[in-house]
Nanobody, 120 residues
């Protein structure tokens, strides 16, 4: 089994910064991609940023130049540095991992989410 756990959410004022972390653990042979999605109240879940092994990161237009995704492959960890936060960034942020297990099974795993609230 593979588990994904996010951390780092919280309350921040507009213009502030937060750093989210996501750690994948368990029967992981390799990780193909790691990413962040978010879901605001009453809205569908949307891609925020994603990085595929060997490729450049991709970002939603709404977060480009403000958010940065990075991976630590040795730790099976992905980070999301969020700067210049806006109230519209308020959402539950979910980590998503595409991995291959030691049994050579391709899986997609979601974390339970971490709440980010941007408010004064």
């Amino acid at each position: 089994q593979v588990q994904v756990v996010e951390s780092g959410g919280g309350l921040v004022q507009p213009g502030g910064s937060l750093r989210l972390s996501c750690v994948a653990s368990g029967s992981i042979f390799s990780i193909n991609a790691m990413g962040w999605y978010r879901q605001a109240p009453g809205k569908q879940r949307e891609l925020v940023a994603r990085v595929v092994s060997g490729s450049d990161a991709k970002y939603a237009d709404s977060v480009k130049a403000r958010f940065t995704i990075s991976r630590d492959n040795a730790k099976n960890t992905v980070y999301l540095q969020m700067n210049s936060l806006k109230p519209e960034d308020t959402a539950v942020y979910y980590c998503n991992v595409d991995a291959r297990t030691y049994s050579q099974i391709l899986i997609t795993v979601w974390g339970k989410g971490t709440l980010v609230t941007v408010s004064s």
